[in-house]
């Protein structure tokens, strides 16, 4: 199985900063099988980023997904205040099994 | 705009069972992947399992394997979830969700709750 280890587990930045999110896997991930997920608290988790770079439909161009084999890092160029929420990376190519990393945490300074 | 309803959730003592259906509409149901995620309170995202467009091709998370099972309905636009043996780890809130690239649409959640 492909872990996927997140850092940092939370971050602490003020609206307008830069929010740069680290995803590496214990081995290489196919980037055609990377995503990228924001989760706000009682909400379902939001589809941002897919093929590693590629935003999904409605996603602001702020957010941006870079990286390949290992390492992996969603950025966030200007925090809106919506954009306080929880991240989280996913491999979805490697069968039988899927997995997500742990998540970042990205809260207001 | 696509909708994903799962329903079926609820509190089960140890040990016994339940079964989750995600009601899918607004979409050509019968072409797409389709799994089941879940998070435990206070917790991250685990994918649980996994099925292919026409329900020959299963997955399952080893947590899982032996105890649930994944089933869908083409004619009905459902997919289930059949939760046998359930524990007290098993508490959480599940999710279904559609693969296209990545899963781009989740269901809202249905609570699970494994307690005496």
């Known amino acids: 199985e492909i872990v996927l280890t997140q850092s940092p587990g939370t971050m602490s930045l003020s609206p307008g900063e830069r929010a740069t999110l680290s995803c590496r896997a214990s081995?290489?991930?196919?980037?055609?099988?990377l995503a990228w997920y924001q989760q706000k608290p009682g909400q379902a988790p939001r589809l941002l980023i897919y093929?590693?770079?590629s935003r999904a439909t409605g996603i602001p161009d702020r957010f941006s997904g870079s990286g390949s084999g290992t390492d992996f890092t969603l950025t966030i160029s200007r925090l809106e205040p919506e954009d306080f929420a929880v991240y989280y990376c996913q491999q979805y190519g490697s069968s039988p099994s899927l997995t997500f990393g742990g998540g970042t945490k990205v809260e207001i300074k | 705009e696509v909708q994903l309803v799962e329903s079926g959730g609820g509190l089960v003592q140890p040990g016994g069972s339940l079964r989750l259906s995600c009601a899918a509409s607004?979409?050509?149901?019968?072409?797409?992947?389709m799994h089941w995620v879940r998070q435990a309170p206070g917790k991250g995202l685990v994918w649980v399992s996994r099925i292919n467009s026409d329900g020959s091709s299963i997955s399952y998370a080893d947590s899982v394997k032996g105890r649930f099972t994944i089933s869908r309905d083409n004619a009905k636009n459902t997919l289930y979830l059949q939760m046998n043996s359930l524990r007290a780890e098993d508490t959480a809130v599940y999710y279904c969700a559609r693969e296209f690239t990545g899963f781009d649409y989740w269901g809202q959640g249905a609570p699970v709750t494994v307690s005496s």
């Open positions: 081995q290489s991930v196919s980037s055609s099988y």
């Open positions: 093929g590693a770079s």
């Open positions: 607004r979409f050509t149901f019968r072409v797409y992947w």
